[in-house]
T-cell receptor
Framework: KAGVTQTPRYLIKTRGQQVTLSCSPI?????VSWYQQTPGQGLQFLFE???????NKGNFPGRFSGRQFSNSRSEMNVSTLELGDSALYLC??????????????FGPGTRLTVL | GNSVTQMEGPVTLSEEAFLTINCTYT??????LFWYVQYPGEGLQLLLK?????DKGSNKGFEATYRKETTSFHLEKGSVQVSDSAVYFC?????????????FGTGTSLTVIP
């Protein structure tokens, strides 16, 4: 079974630009979550999508948005990039349903650098 | 609210040494607890999990016991190897959460030297 894939793996942008990251979950997984990982803050939850609906949202500004398609693939978008947005963005997928017993499977991440 | 606190790193050990990485949590509901490991250049992988009090998760020689009375989930391994060098994350997810939101600790970097 193929794992979670994320594209692109590396991205360099300049301040003010916008960026779109893509995540393909494991087949059969309907929940997709996004995390921002930085050395100082660790992993911070951005949002979770389930059946094309945002089910949970972390404490990030509105510049960060996402969506999920009918095939469960997900994209996240960051508009008006700031230097502080430089980070590793991780996508994780899990089986349907709520509650903490479902393991999250992580992709390798997209390394975003904002210059 | 929900949060996880894990011991600061980095941790450097000699091969075959005993490892303990402390993790404590705060939760409003009934959390499941996890340890994830991240090898250089890779995403996170589940190492072990425990879903209720007194459960012991184990995998690849690593163990952690869900202690509700001390709100802890410390990771242990009796004899570390160089290949165990990685960053370890403790995490929780609330069983009664409406979604799959995980709360992660800040990570503990482990380096094992031969």
């Amino acid at each position: 079974k193929a794992g979670v894939t994320q594209t692109p793996r590396y991205l360099i942008k300049t301040r003010g630009q916008q960026v779109t990251l893509s995540c393909s979950p494991i087949s059969g997984h309907r929940s997709v979550s996004w995390y921002q990982q930085t050395p100082g803050q660790g992993l911070q939850f951005l949002f979770e999508y389930f059946s094309e609906t945002q089910r949970n949202k972390g404490n990030f500004p509105g510049r960060f948005s996402g969506r999920q398609f009918s095939n469960s693939r997900s994209e996240m978008n960051v508009s008006t990039l700031e230097l502080g947005d430089s980070a590793l963005y991780l996508c994780a997928s899990s089986l349907a349903g709520a509650g903490g017993q479902n393991e999250q499977f992580f992709g390798p991440g997209t390394r975003l650098t904002v210059l | 609210g929900n949060s996880v606190t894990q011991m600061e790193g980095p941790v450097t050990l000699s091969e075959e040494a005993f490892l303990t990485i402390n993790c404590t949590y705060t939760a409003t509901g009934y959390p499941s607890l996890f340890w994830y490991v991240q090898y250089p250049g890779e995403g996170l992988q589940l190492l072990l999990k425990a879903t209720k009090a007194d459960d012991k998760g184990s995998n690849k020689g690593f163990e952690a016991t869900y202690r509700k009375e001390t709100t802890s989930f410390h990771l242990e391994k009796g004899s570390v190897q160089v290949s165990d060098s990685a960053v370890y994350f403790c995490a929780l997810s609330d069983v009664y959460n409406t979604g799959n939101q995980f709360y992660f600790g800040t990570g503990t970097s482990l380096t094992v030297i031969p």
